[in-house]
């Protein structure tokens, strides 16, 4: 391989994959992780030209301080903005970490840089371990969907690996003419940072976009207060499921519940401290039903639920038990004593065979029955074949 073709070809990559990061920045002020990444892209360039030029000039302070500082600044300019990515801004404890790394960084690179190869051996020994600590950053996110998240942290640990492969080649060359830095081995180390630099380059916007239309699928499924499904969306995916015990001839339940003397709550406390109690009923609701149970709120304090392949004994079981741990939970809510209790109506078919809008209309009929009889209790209403 012929070494400046691949260092151009190197450069010339970060170029058009800067140039489309700026693009898209261009499309997305408000993300400024774009920016950083385009950036970075650029300084890597201007460090390859300045690691380039030792083939030209003997100014060790341009072509090894000033171009290791470089090369270490882009991939740190990428962790940066991931780190604006997923958090949303930087932290004044990040900055002060940011500062710590790079000073310990910047402190041996002033004695090793007029050493040939030495600084290239701690640079790239430094980007592994920011290469590493950008998969446990990535680790901790949690982000959805997962697929552009895996494809990065593999990325990422090819790339220390790499790196740190190119440490072991170089240290034996540690006071050596640049010119041995021409080895079959470090040629195929910087072909391998060519094809990862382009991979990257291209899958931190597939991140962006992905993880973007999975929050926006979720603000058409979700509740906005309480992020239980919609009415929509609950009515679509209870239909769904109905469909499915039909097949299967289970048996289903459909539960309505609602929040008792709610209209007091908003009249005494506000519609703010109305709210939050909304979202309290919700978080626990989340708790006590099964994954595998549907739960949505259809609007205002009323909620239902859709439980597959369950009994009505299950069920009046399972709904007595969320009517005791809503009555007893101490709630206190913006330091306002809030007395919250539920009532919950039932209904259940064998088979699936009736439709949702019947079962929901009974459930909603053994509800009255509920508030009728004193609140806060489970009605459940007769079993249809």
């Given at each position: 391989?012929?070494?400046?073709?691949?260092?151009?070809?190197?450069?010339?990559?970060?170029?058009?994959?800067?140039?489309?990061l700026?693009?898209?920045?261009?499309l997305?002020?408000h993300?400024?992780?774009?920016?950083?990444?385009?950036?970075?892209?650029?300084?890597?360039?201007?460090?390859?030209?300045?690691?380039?030029?030792?083939?030209y000039?003997?100014?060790?302070?341009i072509?090894?301080?000033?171009a290791?500082?470089?090369?270490?600044?882009?991939?740190?300019?990428?962790?940066?903005?991931?780190?604006?990515?997923l958090?949303g801004?930087?932290?004044?404890?990040s900055?002060?970490?940011?500062a710590?790394?790079l000073?310990?960084?910047l402190l041996?690179?002033?004695?090793?840089y007029?050493?040939?190869?030495?600084?290239?051996?701690?640079?790239?020994?430094?980007?592994?371990?920011?290469?590493?600590?950008?998969?446990?950053?990535?680790?901790?996110?949690?982000?959805?969907?997962?697929?552009?998240?895996?494809?990065?942290?593999l990325?990422?640990?090819?790339?220390?690996?790499?790196?740190?492969?190119?440490?072991v080649?170089?240290?034996?060359?540690?006071?050596?003419?640049?010119?041995?830095?021409?080895?079959p081995?470090?040629q195929?180390?910087?072909l391998?940072h060519v094809?990862?630099?382009?991979?990257?380059?291209?899958?931190?916007?597939l991140?962006?976009?992905s993880?973007?239309?999975?929050?926006?699928l979720?603000?058409?499924?979700?509740?906005?207060?309480?992020?239980l499904?919609?009415?929509?969306?609950?009515?679509?995916?209870?239909?769904?499921?109905?469909?499915q015990?039909?097949?299967?001839?289970?048996?289903?339940v459909?539960?309505?519940?609602?929040?008792?003397?709610?209209?007091?709550?908003?009249?005494?406390?506000?519609h703010?401290?109305?709210?939050?109690a909304?979202?309290?009923?919700?978080?626990?609701?989340?708790?006590g039903?099964?994954?595998?149970?549907?739960?949505?709120?259809?609007?205002?304090?009323?909620?239902?639920?859709l439980?597959?392949?369950?009994?009505?004994?299950?069920?009046?079981?399972?709904?007595?038990?969320?009517?005791?741990?809503?009555?007893?939970?101490?709630?206190?809510?913006?330091?306002?004593?809030?007395?919250?209790?539920?009532?919950?109506?039932?209904?259940?078919?064998?088979?699936a065979l009736r439709d949702?809008?019947e079962?929901?209309?009974?459930?909603d009929?053994?509800?009255?029955?509920?508030?009728a009889?004193?609140?806060?209790r489970?009605?459940?209403?007769?079993e249809?074949?």
């Amino acid at each position: 391989m012929h070494l400046p073709t691949l260092l151009l070809l190197t450069l010339l990559v970060n170029v058009m994959i800067g140039c489309y990061l700026a693009m898209v920045y261009l499309l997305r002020r408000h993300d400024q992780s774009f920016l950083l990444w385009s950036v970075a892209c650029f300084v890597f360039v201007a460090g390859g030209c300045a690691a380039g030029a030792r083939y030209y000039i003997d100014q060790p302070l341009i072509t090894y301080l000033l171009a290791d500082i470089l090369l270490l600044l882009s991939p740190a300019l990428v962790v940066t903005g991931l780190v604006l990515f997923l958090r949303g801004q930087l932290s004044a404890r990040s900055k002060q970490q940011v500062a710590l790394l790079l000073t310990l960084y910047l402190l041996p690179l002033s004695m090793l840089y007029q050493v040939n190869n030495a600084s290239t051996a701690l640079t790239s020994f430094s980007i592994a371990v920011i290469f590493m600590y950008a998969i446990v950053l990535l680790k901790k996110a949690r982000l959805i969907p997962v697929f552009p998240i895996y494809v990065l942290q593999l990325f990422f640990a090819v790339h220390a690996l790499l790196m740190l492969f190119q440490v072991v080649l170089v240290i034996p060359l540690i006071g050596e003419d640049y010119r041995a830095f021409s080895s079959p081995g470090l040629q195929w180390v910087l072909l391998g940072h060519v094809l990862l630099t382009t991979s990257t380059g291209l899958m931190l916007p597939l991140l962006s976009f992905s993880h973007t239309e999975n929050q926006l699928l979720r603000l058409t499924e979700l509740d906005d207060l309480t992020q239980l499904l919609n009415r929509r969306e609950f009515l679509k995916r209870a239909e769904q499921a109905l469909l499915q015990n039909r097949r299967l001839q289970y048996s289903v339940v459909v539960l309505m519940i609602d929040l008792d003397h709610f209209k007091q709550i908003n009249d005494r406390w506000g519609h703010a401290i109305g709210d939050l109690a909304l979202k309290k009923v919700a978080d626990l609701l989340k708790v006590g039903l099964r994954t595998t149970d549907l739960i949505g709120r259809l609007g205002g304090e009323e909620f239902a639920v859709l439980m597959p392949h369950t009994s009505a004994e299950q069920a009046s079981a399972i709904g007595q038990r969320l009517c005791e741990r809503i009555a007893h939970h101490a709630w206190e809510i913006e330091a306002r004593p809030v007395k919250l209790t539920v009532s919950v109506g039932g209904t259940s078919c064998v088979g699936a065979l009736r439709d949702l809008k019947e079962l929901l209309a009974d459930a909603d009929q053994a509800l009255y029955q509920a508030k009728a009889q004193g609140r806060n209790r489970i009605v459940f209403g007769s079993e249809h074949i």
